[in-house]
């Protein structure tokens, strides 16, 4: 059993599909075990992809992801860091495999719909950025 984090971002939020990607989770064995709406502050979004901030896109990046409320889940199931990257498909939704979320809900490769931890250790540090364990059902 895993943890991992995922982000509803602010384009897929203002598009009202927030039960349609939950339920891409819900479809696919990976359960909610906590969930919140919130709006980052622009410090909270630097922090969280501090590991970009050297990259071009960082400042366009900060701006997009407290450019509306965002929803923030823990899915938890078996394998459900990579299984979370399988139903997110490609970062660049052009390339994403059709039928994933990114294919179907993303704009362009920054408003992309949904972020995923990219491994274990930071499934649990991403979580941690977010919830308190009493949060996490
Ligand atoms: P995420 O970390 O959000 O799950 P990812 O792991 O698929 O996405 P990363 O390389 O970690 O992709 O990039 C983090 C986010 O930065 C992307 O999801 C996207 O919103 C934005 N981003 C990445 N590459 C670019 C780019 N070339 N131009 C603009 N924005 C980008
Ligand atoms: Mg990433």
Redesign the pocket.
């Known amino acids: 059993m895993e943890r991992t984090l995922s982000i509803i971002k602010p384009d897929a939020v203002q598009k009202s599909v927030i039960g349609k990607i939950v339920d891409r989770f819900e479809s696919n064995g990976l359960r909610i075990a906590a969930m919140k709406k919130v709006k980052l502050s622009a410090e909270d979004a630097a922090n969280f992809?501090a590991v970009?901030k050297e990259r071009p896109?960082f400042k366009?990046?900060v701006e997009y992801m407290t450019s509306g409320p965002v929803v923030v889940m823990v899915l938890e199931g078996e394998n459900a860091v990579a299984k979370n990257r399988e139903l997110m498909g490609a970062?660049d939704p052009k390339e994403a495999e059709p039928g994933t979320i990114r294919a179907d809900f993303a704009e362009s490769?920054?408003a992309?719909a949904v972020?995923?931890s990219?491994s274990l250790e930071n499934a649990e540090k991403e979580i941690r950025f977010f919830f308190a364990e009493r949060e996490i059902l």
């Open positions: 992809y970009h896109f366009d990046l970062t490769i920054e992309n972020h995923g990219d």
